[in-house]
């Protein structure tokens, strides 16, 4: 075998270090928390290794995250149980965000128009009052724009218009989201 | 932000904690069981819990259930491995049903015609003689009528009718499951 | 009910025996690895297990693999987090392959002509430069043809075309992959 097919890809040294800080204080200090309690703490946490984190917003103990410093959140946001925040790439929540268990936000993929399958990666943004139901994964690259509905399982390839009902794999639009209570959204202009 | 938006889902206190002893005899008495053995024993625990058993089930103690009194399974039922029974309203299984691993019964989802987004639940029900196989998911409200097949994977919104084969995500039917040795069905009827 | 229907799959006793010393060698000497490191002790661990387990391959603690003895892998092979490789039936990976986290490689049904639902198998093979991405899953029987990319949450049902891109479930053709370095491709024929 050629000697480049031996090629493993690798993170720069301060990246890998970083991670390494990373996982160390995830699985002393992160991770063992209740999962009804100490949202405030782990915010903390999230927020000494570079996140931008807004107000009540509820983490799950469970959520794994690639890079805190690659995570920015508005407020009142929710990461449910297990899910898979993979942000090497950086991953961008507006406000009043939820993303259900076991999703899947990938923003790292390989380019495969060469045998070495060299990473790559591209950021995802979700707006404001989105919803990522349970288990659906979201590609590299895709903004979730203002108040859509990611059902569950939905495998998102591309962009998904405001107020927009997408599900399957690949997702497709299958519907408008109506709200009946829209005069409640006074979301401050630039938040996040 | 307006007051009602860092509204947060909450369910009844006595659920709460029935919830919590739940969990605690979960993790103490359940989980920590051997796979291949104790299926009597995590059939009585679920009893005193609530749910309703029938003889010869096999419920793997990797196996999550939400709420115990919410669960019905009739004779020789099978869950895997890494199940998610997420039965916030009722999950009834009548008989001889199995239920694949790392498979996905969900009941709650949440009412997106409002910016609270309000928990909403419906009840799930599988007739005798179902598989659902590896990995499915099954939407709130579904139905699973007798004999039909649900693919690995497949994600179920929908009924699907008698002795049918759906895959897909979603779900759509793409056979008919015909089955040669149907006189050994004798199943007592009105069983669970 | 009648007898036949209390039927539960049995693996031969031999299997069953190899499968529990592979249970204890897993969980005491392969599993509690450190995912960065120690490559080559758990591609003895496999190979003392009976798997063909080329140079350079990397196989990441966590991946679940059902018996190394129905394994063979050609060089620099990657089995990444939590992949489940649940090889009832063989499972051979050429060279150079990859296969992303948490996808599933599932050899094992059931025969759904039957109420009794026997178990079934059939062998997956997957060529030279092919990358399974992220939480694909691949059906009993299938061939994944050379330098062909499953993308990341299809689900695989039929054999996939050498050098083709397929997405979705299931997972149709999207694209043919082109690859401007395949001068680097030098394997030596018969390899695996």
Redesign the interface.
């Known amino acids: ?2 000697p ?3 090629y ?1 890809n690798r993170l720069p040294k301060s990246v890998q270090a970083a991670r390494l800080l990373w996982a160390i204080a995830y699985y002393l200090l992160f991770r063992p928390t209740p999962r009804w309690a100490l949202h405030g703490w782990r915010r903390l946490i999230l927020r000494l290794f570079g996140a931008s984190v807004g107000q ?1 917003c ?1 983490i799950d103990p469970s959520c794994k995250i690639w890079a805190p410093w690659n995570l920015s959140m508005g ?2 946001c929710a990461i449910a149980a297990n899910v898979d925040c993979y942000n090497v790439a950086p991953i961008t929540l507006q ?2 965000v ?1 993303i259900s268990q076991r999703s ?1 936000l ?1 923003t790292a ?2 380019d ?6 060299p990473l790559i990666y591209s950021a995802i943004r979700v707006e404001s ?1 989105v ?1 990522v ?3 659906a ?1 979201i ?1 590299p690259g895709v903004t979730l724009h203002e ?1 859509c ?1 990611v059902g ?4 998102v ?1 591309r962009d998904v218009q405001p107020w927009s ?1 997408v ?4 997702a497709t639009v299958v519907g408008i ?6 005069d ?5 202009k630039g938040e996040v």
Chains 1, 2, 3 share one sequence.
């Open positions: 075998m050629s480049p097919l031996k493993v009540g509820r407020d009142y406000t009043k939820a899947f990938c993929s390989h495969i128009s060469s045998v070495l399958r009052h919803w139901a349970a288990e994964m590609h108040g509905v569950a399982r939905a495998v390839l009902i599900v399957g794999s690949p989201r109506k709200v009946t209570d829209k409640l959204l006074q979301v401050p």
